[in-house]
């Protein structure tokens, strides 16, 4: 993916002005642990240009990545991925995804693919992949074609598990002890946002979540929105973070907007609309600013937000009720429910 902002996008821009092309490998039916690296996108302040990717994939699965020299290109490819496309893009090779947006001349207008937004996305013109060569790996048995979704749980499960740990590290390193847990539920997309749970230990680190969230708003791109939860809460029950900002936050003074006129993601449709009539690409469009909620419990009032637990773990139903009643309740139970049996409140 050579989107604005991206890694390709940093490598293919360093290179522009360049004659020679720029080598690389795509590789496809890699290992588990690469492709939660390959989903660790528009993280850069904790995973930069030129920071070893695949040696965490090696750390995530207990074991170094194993590589190899492509045949037709000064590049190396994973060595135990299924199908290797090998090749090259020139940077100023850019062409239309779409004929539809070819003829009209036109980008960011005409339907290209579904996005993690949840949206369809548009058609640009992009760098071109020029192959050189396909390899694959000795076939030992029927491979396993798994076509991906996009805004799918699957890939919800690729993008947010390295940015969930990405954020956390930011907020730590920024004010170590403070973080408790950073959560990105599937309705807020890969990209669009997250839940963090913070720790109140005394009156100066009241206000710290603010500059978490703004900072994640910051240097998480495509990002528009970010809750902060306190620890009495579930960061992981999006009934629970929506009865947080229900009955904790001020609208006048917990909501903020702190980066209007940034950058952000043309695949999010609200950010596209700010480019009016002209095209809706990355240079066109402007981030809205992202807004961050603070539902978090202000320290010194905790005895104002104290919340009742029930004695869940003193009762079990199992003593009342039959197994077959016990097997329906539990099928009818949804969204809070679930949180109220497992932790009382």
Not at 25 to 50: K, N, R
Request: hydrophobic content about 35%; proline content about 6%; charged content about 25%.
């Amino acid at each position: 993916q050579i989107s604005p902002g991206s890694h390709m996008w940093q490598v293919v821009s360093k290179h522009f002005k360049d004659d020679k092309p720029v080598p690389m490998t795509m590789c496809f039916g890699v290992a588990p642990a690469g492709t939660l690296l390959a989903g660790a996108g528009f993280d850069y302040v904790i995973l930069p240009q030129g920071c070893d990717e695949i040696g965490i994939a090696g750390a995530v699965q207990g074991q170094p990545v194993r590589l190899v020299k492509a045949r037709t290109v000064d590049a190396m490819a994973l060595a135990d991925a299924e199908v290797v496309l090998e090749g090259y893009v020139n940077p100023r090779d850019r062409r239309y995804e779409t004929a539809e947006s070819e003829e009209a001349n036109i980008q960011g207008r005409f339907h290209f693919h579904p996005e993690w937004s949840g949206y369809m996305g548009k058609a640009y013109k992009a760098p071109t992949f020029h192959v050189t060569a396909v390899t694959t790996r000795k076939r030992e048995s029927k491979p396993i074609i798994f076509a991906l979704g996009v805004h799918t749980l699957d890939d919800s499960n690729i993008d947010t598990t390295m940015r969930e740990a990405t954020m956390y590290e930011l907020c730590n390193r920024m004010q170590p002890g403070i973080i408790q847990d950073v959560v990105i539920p599937y309705c807020m997309t890969d990209w669009g946002g997250a839940v963090i749970q913070v720790k109140k230990r005394n009156q100066i680190d009241e206000g710290w979540q603010r500059n978490f969230m703004a900072a994640i708003l910051a240097t998480s791109q495509g990002a528009r929105i970010c809750v902060a939860v306190s620890e009495d809460a579930d960061p992981y029950d999006m009934d629970d973070v929506m009865w947080c900002i229900t009955t904790r936050v001020n609208p006048h003074t917990d909501i903020i907007n702190p980066l209007p006129g940034g950058r952000g993601q043309t695949f999010q449709p609200a950010e596209r609309m700010t480019a009016g009539d002209k095209e809706w690409t990355a240079s066109n469009t402007s981030f809205e600013g992202g807004m961050g909620i603070d539902a978090t419990v202000p320290y010194g009032y905790e005895s104002d937000f104290q919340r009742p637990v029930y004695a869940v773990d003193k009762v079990d139903p199992k003593d009342f009720f039959t197994d077959g009643d016990f097997a329906n309740v539990s099928n009818r139970m949804k969204g809070w429910v679930h949180s109220l049996a497992r932790t009382g409140r």
